[in-house]
């Protein structure tokens, strides 16, 4: 019965935190990719303050943020895990019931890869395409690998999303963005 408790314990240990560790290492390399793409976007000299690479530098840096903390989660999860394992292992079976963390789906890494293919996908053609067409199709793409059996829907999400914050940009803040192939 220890063995399956302990076999149990490194199952759980591997699904809750390991695969934490590798998704934000991933997520946290894409975005210093990301980074270094968005600041090798052009800029005139008058941009000075908001400009086309602020929003991507912007997110990049959010994704490299959010990938650290998200190893630094992975990690202290493993290390919990190790002392339940421990706690397991010398018979204390109530005091494990303090430190469970809840039970959480893994990542599928085949998912993990596809979306940050997609990510960096979308860094690739974002100057030639244009903002709008870019964006469209990365969130169309983003949002169906989500939720396949509502495709219409994010259809429409993905294209009103980029024609909303495409105006909002250009209009009201008055940052060129790029236009690509419907300039």
Not at 93 to 101: F, K, P
């Amino acid at each position: 019965m220890t063995a399956t408790l302990e076999t149990e314990a490194l199952t759980t240990e591997h699904r809750s935190g390991r695969s934490d560790v590798s998704s934000g290492l991933v997520v946290a390399v894409a975005g210093a990719v990301l980074l270094v793409f968005a600041l090798h976007i052009e800029t005139t000299g008058k941009d000075l303050g908001i400009g086309p690479r602020t929003l991507p530098v912007a997110l990049s840096v959010m994704l490299i943020v959010s990938g650290l903390l998200l190893v630094g989660l992975g990690l202290r999860r493993v290390r919990v895990m190790g002392i339940e394992r421990e706690l397991m292992h010398y018979g204390d079976a109530e005091d494990v019931g303090e430190l469970v963390l809840p039970d959480e789906p893994p990542v599928p890494p085949r998912r993990l890869v596809v979306v940050v293919a997609m990510f960096i996908g979308y860094a690739l053609i974002f100057i030639p395409l244009g903002y709008m067409v870019s964006t469209a199709l990365y969130l169309a793409a983003m949002v169906t690998v989500i939720d396949r059996a509502r495709w219409k829907r994010n259809l429409v999400f993905a294209v009103l999303f980029a024609v909303i914050v495409y105006y909002a940009f250009t209009r009201l803040l008055a940052v060129q963005l790029p236009v690509g192939i419907l300039g």
